[in-house]
């Protein structure tokens, strides 16, 4: 590090202070009345660090870096299923040195336009001092999704008089730079405290003020920083009541921000995080070829986007319809499972055989991703609907098993074999909740591709479904067990708790029994509207309030 950036480093840690735990400020959680608390349905509020998506979106939306410098960042660990769980998104010495050469990539880059960052302030007319502190007040108050506090500005003022000053830098631009890289490593950045408001609404029950609800939305509808209009309404204080912020909650559904959104549940919710890195034994499947693995993602990512944000956004649709979205070279693998005749690289939405396809869970890529590269798997399609869909905890194979599918067997089907490793009374107990579910998709190859038989036989694809709450029994093919699980109140109740898990950042507790039990009543009543749900997510005790915090710190305000 050249030695203007050791004084720069140290200059930062004077300037924002975040402790080892890191929360924002001093002082502990005042005592707190937890029978109110539990009675709300209100719960400890974690803090939360922004995702390496987050990151790029915010950047993005801030500076309009579209570079994705996060990506340099390790991932996010997976907890409950999702990588943007607040308890897995700790900090490290390791990761907080990769957060400063982030920071300073995303400062060079923004400082080549200075007509974007000052568009309205000539620091050879107006004044260096009066241009920076103008862009301190704007930049800052977007980064941290609030007002800064006056000695927030005058720190923030010191770190560009140091700049202009060092021997080394001393131009406007230097300043400027450096004002930028000490806000993107600031807390007050890369995390989003909820501290709440001073007044109770009973007992030591907080609401969160109009800031902090303005990023609270902007957060979980479309994973990046406020837009203009959610600043506005903050700085008006009209995000206060339930009213004002589904109203909020609808506009931000209908803008393209929310695309982001749908993508990025889906693709960890359905476990297609590695789709695009999944290959195959192309000897046993000739048509795979790693250009398919795009056109997996899209048709996943257009179908879901067409059905919750334009079409009925039903899940019954999500689990059954006889359409998606495909272009030419995709509509040419499916073959004749597409109806209509596709041309060009665009994709459109075609109708799809209802005698094969039905929704989500029939489409190539999902089959593919949870298959083995030379066969279908029978386990892994099992697991993923007990656990995603409805929301089982399997447990884990006995530490000594040795788990490797079967070498293939040209005179036996990819089911047979796989009953035979059913019936080892070591592996019954998880096998029988697993594989007869899978084997209800054995028309579909290691590819997705529909199959009427395998090695000369016919495929059987009847299944007995067992130790569900309402779905207990057999199903004959896909089309029917996804009819089924559209109906079923579990699945219905699964898919509502994964929303939680995702759109709360946290898992669900005993506490907010009151919270899951009013989202579920509204995603009943809307017919399983999946935009209803979301909407329902913002108007939760869990979502309008929290317990309350010692504002107090060492400053005497928070950072």
Known sequence: ??????????????????????????????????????????????????????????????????????????????????????????????????????????????????????????????????CALSFIGDFGRRAFRRPLSQTEVELLKSVFDWAINEPDLGRFEDGIQVIIEAVLQSPAFLYRPELGDETPVEGDVVPFTSWEMATKLSYMLWNTMPDAVLFAAAEADELTTKEQIAAQATRMLDDDRARDLIRNFHTQWLLLTHLDTVTKDTSVYPAFSASLRPLWTEEIRAFVEHVILEGDGSLQTLLTANYSFMNEDLATFYGDDVLDSVAGPEFRQVQLDPERRAGLLTSAGL????????????????????????????????????????ELDPNKTTKEQFEEIGANPACAGCHTLMNPIGFIFEHYDGVGLWRDEQNGMPIDALGEVVQTDDIDGEYDGALEFAAALAQSTQVQECVSSQW????????????????????????????????????????????????????????????
């Open 367 to 406: 089959m593919a991703t949870h298959a083995n590269a030379n066969q279908s798997s029978p386990v892994f399609r099992g697991k993923f609907v007990r656990e995603q869909l409805m929301c089982n905890t399997l447990p884990p194979p006995p530490n000594d098993l040795v788990i490797e599918p079967p």
């Open 500 to 559: 939680f898990r995702f759109a709360y950042n946290r898992t669900v507790t005993e506490e907010d029994s009151c919270s899951v039990d009013q989202l579920n009543d509204v995603f009943r009543s809307s017919n399983f509207n999946i935009r209803s749900l979301l909407v329902a997510l913002t108007q939760t005790n869990a979502f309008l309030y929290r317990r309350a915090v010692d504002f107090a710190s060492e400053t005497g305000e928070p950072q």
């Open 1 to 130: 590090m050249p030695p203007q950036g050791i004084k720069f480093c140290l200059l930062l840690s004077a300037v924002f202070l975040v402790g080892c735990n890191g929360t924002i400020g001093g002082g502990g959680e005042r005592p707190i009345n937890d029978s109110v608390a539990k009675s709300l349905c209100v719960v400890d509020t974690p803090i939360r660090r922004l995702t390496r998506f987050e990151y790029n979106n915010t950047v993005r939306d801030l500076l309009g870096d579209t570079t994705n410098p996060a990506d340099v960042l390790p991932p996010e660990e997976e907890v409950a299923g999702f990588n943007n769980q607040a308890a897995a998104l700790t900090s490290s010495d390791l990761l907080i040195e990769q957060y400063m050469k982030v920071a300073e990539g995303v400062g060079t880059r923004a400082v080549l336009d200075m007509n974007a960052l000052l568009p309205e302030c000539d620091p050879g007319l107006d004044g260096s001092d009066a």
